[in-house]
């Protein structure tokens, strides 16, 4: 069987990847910066601690936005997708679903840290926590997302 090479992307399918792209960098970066926030001592200084996580997780939950809006466009990545393989469909929804939970999941510990910066420590022992299996999160939706991609527009046709 001879080695069959992907199709050539066409113009719409190669604005949305470059699209998803930019956003899948833009979260990366806000996501490494959270991590780092997360692994600054916090004893003695928990309400700076907050402030500071705070701050990059806002990023993070604009990240995340900008990274919906971008592939659920009407020209974006999943729309691209879905054009020629309507049987992703349900995978393309789930992705969706899981970018609208990651975003309630950034709000809600938005929530518990600006309670931490005001001065109520109760909610610090579950920050970091929570804020890592968000970032999980991430790192799950990215790969999923990178594995459509690379389903759909770099493995040759099948044959079939």
Known sequence: MPNAEPQAKTPAQQAAL????RTTEGLL??????????????PGRERDWAALV??????????LRD????????E????????DAPWTQPRLRQLGAQLRRLEAEAADLQVEVRRVEDGDLQALPAIRHD??????GVRDLLSKEAD?????????PAAD
């Open 29 to 42: 970066t806000a996501q490494d910066a959270l991590l780092r926030a997360l692994r600054r001592p916090q």
């Open 148 to 156: 459509l991609i690379y389903e759909r527009f770099e493995q040759p």
């Open 54 to 63: 705070g701050q990059e997780l806002a990023l993070v939950a604009a990240a």
């Open 76 to 83: 974006g990545l999943y729309a691209e997708i879905l054009r």
């Open 18 to 21: 470059s699209g998803a792209e």
């Open 67 to 74: 990274h919906r809006l971008e592939v659920e466009g009407a």
């Open 131 to 136: 804020a890592e299996r968000m970032l999980a």
